[in-house]
């Protein structure tokens, strides 16, 4: 998948890309369509990525009835 | 710690670093051929001084201050500055390159809609730079 994204589909871009008569990038859309492919990447992340800490720190809460103690508690061992 | 299993943990870092490759390579693609001027692309030497924008055409004709372009023609500007550092910015086709003295910074576009566009300097360049201003005259050739 990686060698797709990076080798095969720009070469098969640019090989369309080649110039053609009365044809050219408009780079107003080719631009602002990457911005918004952009922004769409960075808030799926950020979705992603806070979505999965706010589940942890639901799930892992003291008082969630599922929660199981450690085996470090009751050793010692955090105590300092 | 290797008691428990780490499939998720590799799916999540998977993930991530696949939408990671995705964009640079997206931006790296469009950077490639936003850079690929045209072979039939018309020079115009953009020349910025404190604090106006000078044109020349390919045929000598100079202008200051405007801008005259042929609707669905590709024209490349080489951009330089005599002083300071400024910035050409054509903000309606979204051509933005800095001017830099002894230095020719080289951007094209092709103006595809007949009309009138503002031309900005967009790095402060002194007293002046929120007047450094100029129109672009896109003309229908029909």
């Given at each position: 998948?990686?060698?797709?994204?990076?080798?095969?589909?720009?070469?098969?871009?640019?090989?369309?890309?080649?110039?053609?008569?009365?044809?050219?990038?408009?780079?107003?859309?080719?631009?602002?369509?990457?911005?918004?492919?952009?922004?769409?990447?960075?808030?799926?992340?950020?979705?992603?990525?806070?979505?999965?800490?706010?589940?942890?720190?639901?799930?892992?809460?003291?008082?969630?009835?599922?929660?199981?103690?450690t085996k470090y508690e009751g050793t010692g061992e955090l105590d300092g | 710690m290797s008691s428990h299993s780490h499939w998720s943990e590799w799916i999540y870092i998977g993930v991530v670093v696949a939408l990671l490759v995705w964009v640079g390579a997206e931006a790296w693609n469009l950077e490639r051929l936003v850079e690929h001027v045209p072979e039939d692309a018309k020079v115009i030497k953009?020349?910025?001084?404190?604090?106006?924008?000078?044109?020349?055409?390919?045929?000598?004709?100079?202008?200051?201050?405007?801008?005259?372009?042929?609707?669905?023609?590709?024209?490349?500007?080489?951009?330089?500055?005599?002083?300071?550092?400024?910035?050409?910015?054509?903000?309606?086709?979204?051509?933005?390159?800095?001017?830099?003295?002894?230095?020719?910074?080289?951007?094209?576009?092709?103006?595809?809609?007949?009309?009138?566009?503002?031309?900005?300097?967009?790095?402060?360049?002194?007293?002046?730079?929120?007047?450094?201003?100029?129109?672009?005259?896109?003309?229908?050739?029909?």
């Amino acid at each position: 998948m990686v060698l797709s994204i990076l080798i095969i589909l720009p070469s098969l871009q640019y090989a369309f890309a080649q110039d053609e008569p009365g044809e050219y990038m408009d780079r107003r859309v080719e631009i602002w369509n990457l911005f918004f492919r952009m922004m769409t990447v960075a808030f799926t992340i950020g979705a992603v990525v806070s979505g999965t800490l706010i589940w942890l720190v639901i799930r892992f809460r003291e008082s969630n009835p599922k929660a199981t103690p450690t085996k470090y508690e009751g050793t010692g061992e955090l105590d300092g | 710690m290797s008691s428990h299993s780490h499939w998720s943990e590799w799916i999540y870092i998977g993930v991530v670093v696949a939408l990671l490759v995705w964009v640079g390579a997206e931006a790296w693609n469009l950077e490639r051929l936003v850079e690929h001027v045209p072979e039939d692309a018309k020079v115009i030497k953009v020349t910025g001084q404190q604090w106006f924008w000078t044109f020349e055409h390919e045929d000598g004709t100079k202008e200051v201050g405007e801008l005259h372009v042929k609707k669905g023609v590709p024209y490349k500007f080489e951009v330089t500055s005599t002083d300071v550092i400024h910035s050409f910015n054509i903000h309606d086709y979204v051509v933005l390159m800095d001017a830099v003295p002894g230095r020719i910074n080289t951007v094209w576009f092709v103006p595809f809609d007949a009309g009138e566009f503002d031309i900005q300097c967009r790095e402060y360049c002194g007293l002046i730079h929120y007047n450094m201003r100029g129109t672009l005259y896109v003309e229908d050739d029909a």
